[in-house]
């Protein structure tokens, strides 16, 4: 992994929080939804979403 600058681990930092929060909301928004194809859509974004959190977070190590 090549040495990231502190503007770079502050903007990864940044787009983990984004990316957690939206994990977080789209949770919430498919335990809401009687509708089950929106209820399965938005669990397949917040997947999305945590594989985005996953795959930054491994810039890190």
Known sequence: MANL???EL???ED??????NLVKKFT???QSCSDPQLKTKCEQIASRHQGHYTRLLGHLS
């Open 5 to 7: 600058t502190s503007k």
């Open 10 to 12: 502050t903007a990864i």
């Open 15 to 20: 787009q983990l929080n984004v990316e957690q």
């Open 28 to 30: 919430m928004f498919s």
